[in-house]
T-cell receptor, first 114, second 109 residues
Framework: DSGVTQTPKHLITATGQRVTLRCSPR?????VYWYQQSLDQGLQFLIH???????AKGNILERFSAQQFPDLHSELNLSSLELGDSALYFC?????????????FGEGSRLTVL | GENVEQHPSTLSVQEGDSAVIKCTYS??????FPWYKQELGKRPQLIID?????GEKKDQRIAVTLNKTAKHFSLHITETQPEDSAVYFC????????FGAGTRLTVKP
């Protein structure tokens, strides 16, 4: 158990819908990262938050948005869903803001868009 | 942002042989280079890491080497075992962490 909690574990929805994925980092960790992993693909970096502020943005679509709340949990919002958005979405946390150090991954949220 | 390339994409070895996976990175300012192992259906987990002020690090059967001048780093696994079969990801980090595309390692008994 990494200490990072992601909900829901599985989500099935239809094209055009909107979903929210939630992540609670390890106790004491200030950074939250979001990654997308499509079938048999690598880990695509989406966005990084540190202590409530956006630190870096990767290949995140305009239809996707994220935020980190004062209690440090984070939410990834995916809207106008397309079939290609089906993937495993990982959240990871670390204690640092820069000089990343080890990332601790959650179990992931598997999104299926039908 | 940082761009990490990883080779090979698949690697098959016999049990007991060595396996080597290589990565290159683009941003010379990156200073932290971890390797993650992802077993089927599971989350990625750190197996070894190296910082830019170190050239080599070893932990039992696994080792990582870093060449800052050439901007490449490698993972070496010796005496491979079937339980080493997984997807391995390299990464490079400064303010965020970018991963390579992954290497699927298969160790045949």
């Amino acid at each position: 158990d990494s200490g990072v909690t992601q909900t829901p574990k599985h989500l099935i929805t239809a094209t055009g819908q909107r979903v929210t994925l939630r992540c609670s980092p390890r106790s004491g960790d200030l950074s939250v990262y979001w990654y997308q992993q499509s079938l048999d693909q690598g880990l695509q970096f989406l966005i990084h938050y540190y202590n409530g502020e956006e630190r870096a943005k990767g290949n995140i679509l305009e239809r996707f948005s994220a935020q980190q709340f004062p209690d440090l949990h984070s939410e990834l919002n995916l809207s106008s869903l397309e079939l290609g958005d089906s993937a495993l979405y990982f959240c990871a946390s670390s204690v640092a803001g820069s000089d990343t150090g080890e990332l601790f991954f959650g179990e992931g949220s598997r999104l299926t868009v039908l | 942002g940082e761009n990490v390339e990883q080779h090979p994409s698949t690697l098959s070895v016999q049990e007991g042989d060595s396996a080597v996976i290589k990565c290159t990175y683009s941003d010379s300012a990156s200073n932290y280079f971890p390797w993650y192992k992802q077993e089927l259906g599971k989350r990625p987990q750190l197996i070894i890491d190296i910082r830019s002020n170190v050239g080599e690090k070893k932990d039992q059967r696994i080792a990582v080497t870093l060449n800052k001048t050439a901007k490449h780093f490698s993972l070496h696994i010796t005496e491979t075992q079937p339980e080493d079969s997984a997807v391995y990801f390299c990464a490079a980090s400064l303010d965020d962490m970018r991963f390579g595309a992954g290497t699927r390692l298969t160790v045949k008994p």
